[in-house]
């Protein structure tokens, strides 16, 4: 048994698992934080997908112990006092879920995309950026409009940039 | 995933060291191969080394036009440094090409040239470049390091700490992705640099990455995409699977090749 200490959404958790714990599996199981999701056995889905240190992971990719001492937000981070984040909120407007299965990897790679590209984000961008996601339910044209429209929301500059 | 143990190196001594312990002790990296391949149960190492603290092995650094990446570096770190695009601007692209992006903020250079998939980027890339692949023990050269499919010239517990390279005067990697997995199906490298030119295949080769000494003639005498057009690809020593038969890749190369020299800067 390992000892894992993660900050998760702000807040400093330890906790025992095996070595060969999944993170995914830590943060379900052991954290009770269901929103990430594991829709695969071979790390293609993006169901998964968190931020470790700020940057979109598969944490079906990872072990629990190889991301002790990281600070990582998932799903359930991303809302403040009540408010869906504008990701949230633009996946909510534009029917960019249906299932919603794969939502929570969509939505956490979207925050990052949007974060990391800034005011440059191009409709390819975000086409390349969601390679590592697959959604059986919506043909993609809605989550990528619901991308678009919250990188808007998100940077007041975006569209007098372009 | 079977029962294994993880050790977290801080250093490359404490790594090798480490590696002489367990039974079937294998390095980790970004894990986005070696994980996935435990959680199929093909692998099952005793224990774990993982090397993505060793402050060492991180960084890229660029002194002129003598390039040092990390083996710890991440495709993510490859793709975004400004100071390699300035020099090397086709490696940079080559990894901004790998997977999708979570697998490049993890999946690191040294990992994916330790595991040598046939299908693998960067394998045509330090072949193509002419690189030098350092080790805690020696300096192997590109050309001596890849000797087949999943098989390089590291010996048991060696770690790879860091690639060097001269930035070619021009450089640049097409890649055929395989739809479903974005692995090469076929991918060229090729590099104009002051000791020749050279192209180095990926993704087509029955023995994995592959220099094309045919190609490389063709462009030393006129660096331009109708020099490869005409020069004929053996297919007999292509691969051949359900995605792409032998005389299909064969062309894969040469169309790939046409695009890498005409993109190259
Ligand atoms: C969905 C998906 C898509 C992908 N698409 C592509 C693609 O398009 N192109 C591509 O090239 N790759 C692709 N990959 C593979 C990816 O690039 C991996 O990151 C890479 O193959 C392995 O790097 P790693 O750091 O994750 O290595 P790990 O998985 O940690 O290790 C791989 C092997 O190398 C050994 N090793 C690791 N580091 C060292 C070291 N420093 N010294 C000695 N041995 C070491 C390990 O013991 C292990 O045997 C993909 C992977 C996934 C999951
Ligand atoms: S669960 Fe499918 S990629 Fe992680
Ligand atoms: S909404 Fe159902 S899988 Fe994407």
């Given at each position: 048994?390992?000892?894992?200490?993660?900050?998760?959404?702000?807040?400093?958790?330890?906790?025992?698992?095996?070595?060969?714990?999944?993170?995914?599996?830590?943060?379900?199981?052991?954290?009770?934080?269901?929103?990430?999701?594991?829709?695969?056995?071979?790390?293609?889905?993006?169901?998964?997908?968190?931020?470790?240190?700020?940057?979109?992971?598969?944490?079906?990719?990872?072990?629990?112990?190889?991301?002790?001492?990281?600070?990582?937000?998932?799903?359930?981070?991303?809302?403040?006092?009540?408010?869906?984040?504008?990701?949230?909120?633009?996946?909510?407007?534009?029917?960019?879920?249906?299932?919603?299965?794969?939502?929570?990897?969509?939505?956490?790679?979207?925050?990052?995309?949007?974060?990391?590209?800034?005011?440059?984000?191009?409709?390819?961008?975000?086409?390349?950026?969601?390679?590592?996601?697959?959604?059986?339910?919506?043909?993609?044209?809605?989550?990528?409009?619901?991308?678009?429209?919250?990188?808007?929301?998100?940077?007041?500059?975006?569209?007098?940039?372009? | 995933?079977?029962?294994t143990n993880y050790h977290r190196a801080s250093?490359?001594?404490?790594?090798?060291?480490?590696?002489?312990?367990?039974?079937?002790?294998?390095?980790?990296?970004?894990?986005?191969?070696?994980?996935?391949?435990?959680?199929?149960?093909?692998?099952?190492?005793?224990?774990?080394?993982?090397?993505?603290?060793?402050?060492?092995?991180?960084?890229?650094?660029?002194?002129?036009?003598?390039?040092?990446?990390?083996?710890?570096?991440?495709?993510?770190?490859?793709?975004?440094?400004?100071?390699?695009?300035?020099?090397?601007?086709?490696?940079?692209?080559?990894?901004?090409?790998?997977?999708?992006?979570?697998?490049?903020?993890?999946?690191?250079?040294?990992?994916?040239?330790?595991?040598?998939?046939?299908?693998?980027?960067?394998?045509?890339?330090?072949?193509?470049?002419?690189?030098?692949?350092?080790?805690?023990?020696?300096?192997?050269?590109?050309?001596?390091?890849?000797?087949?499919?999943?098989?390089?010239?590291?010996?048991?517990?060696?770690?790879?700490?860091?690639?060097?390279?001269?930035?070619?005067?021009?450089?640049?990697?097409?890649?055929?992705?395989?739809?479903?997995s974005r692995y090469a199906m076929t991918g060229?490298?090729?590099?104009?640099?002051?000791?020749?030119?050279?192209?180095?295949?990926?993704?087509?080769?029955?023995?994995?990455?592959?220099?094309?000494?045919?190609?490389?003639?063709?462009?030393?005498?006129?660096?331009?995409?109708?020099?490869?057009?005409?020069?004929?690809?053996?297919?007999?020593?292509?691969?051949?699977?359900?995605?792409?038969?032998?005389?299909?890749?064969?062309?894969?190369?040469?169309?790939?090749?046409?695009?890498?020299?005409?993109?190259?800067?």
């Amino acid at each position: 048994m390992a000892k894992v200490t993660l900050t998760v959404n702000g807040r400093t958790v330890s906790g025992e698992c095996e070595e060969r714990t999944l993170l995914v599996h830590f943060i379900r199981d052991k954290l009770g934080l269901t929103g990430t999701h594991v829709g695969c056995d071979t790390n293609q889905c993006g169901a998964c997908v968190i931020h470790m240190d700020g940057k979109s992971i598969k944490s079906c990719s990872i072990l629990a112990v190889q991301a002790s001492g990281s600070s990582i937000t998932t799903i359930e981070g991303l809302a403040q006092n009540g408010e869906l984040h504008p990701v949230q909120a633009a996946f909510k407007e534009h029917h960019g879920l249906q299932c919603g299965f794969c939502t929570p990897g969509m939505v956490m790679t979207a925050v990052d995309l949007i974060n990391s590209k800034g005011t440059s984000l191009t409709e390819e961008d975000v086409r390349h950026g969601l390679e590592g996601n697959i959604c059986r339910c919506t043909g993609y044209h809605n989550i990528v409009k619901s991308v678009l429209s919250a990188a808007d929301a998100m940077q007041p500059g975006r569209q007098a940039a372009e | 995933m079977y029962a294994t143990n993880y050790h977290r190196a801080s250093s490359v001594d404490e790594a090798v060291k480490l590696a002489g312990t367990g039974d079937d002790t294998k390095y980790v990296s970004g894990g986005q191969t070696l994980i996935a391949t435990m959680k199929q149960r093909l692998a099952a190492p005793s224990d774990l080394i993982d090397l993505r603290h060793v402050p060492s092995m991180k960084g890229i650094s660029v002194s002129g036009r003598s390039v040092r990446i990390g083996a710890a570096a991440t495709h993510a770190e490859v793709a975004s440094s400004s100071e390699l695009r300035a020099v090397c601007p086709g490696l940079a692209d080559l990894a901004a090409g790998i997977g999708d992006p979570h697998v490049r903020h993890l999946g690191t250079i040294g990992g994916s040239i330790a595991n040598n998939d046939p299908a693998a980027d960067y394998p045509a890339g330090l072949l193509g470049l002419g690189a030098t692949i350092v080790t805690d023990r020696r300096q192997i050269a590109a050309d001596d390091f890849f000797t087949g499919l999943f098989d390089t010239a590291l010996e048991a517990g060696e770690v790879i700490t860091e690639i060097r390279f001269e930035a070619p005067e021009k450089s640049a990697y097409a890649k055929f992705a395989n739809p479903a997995s974005r692995y090469a199906m076929t991918g060229v490298f090729v590099a104009k640099t002051g000791g020749g030119v050279r192209v180095a295949v990926t993704g087509a080769g029955s023995d994995g990455v592959f220099r094309h000494q045919g190609m490389e003639q063709a462009l030393a005498g006129n660096w331009s995409a109708e020099a490869v057009a005409g020069v004929a690809v053996d297919s007999s020593e292509l691969l051949s699977d359900l995605h792409a038969s032998a005389e299909y890749r064969a062309n894969l190369v040469r169309v790939m090749a046409k695009r890498a020299v005409a993109a190259a800067r």
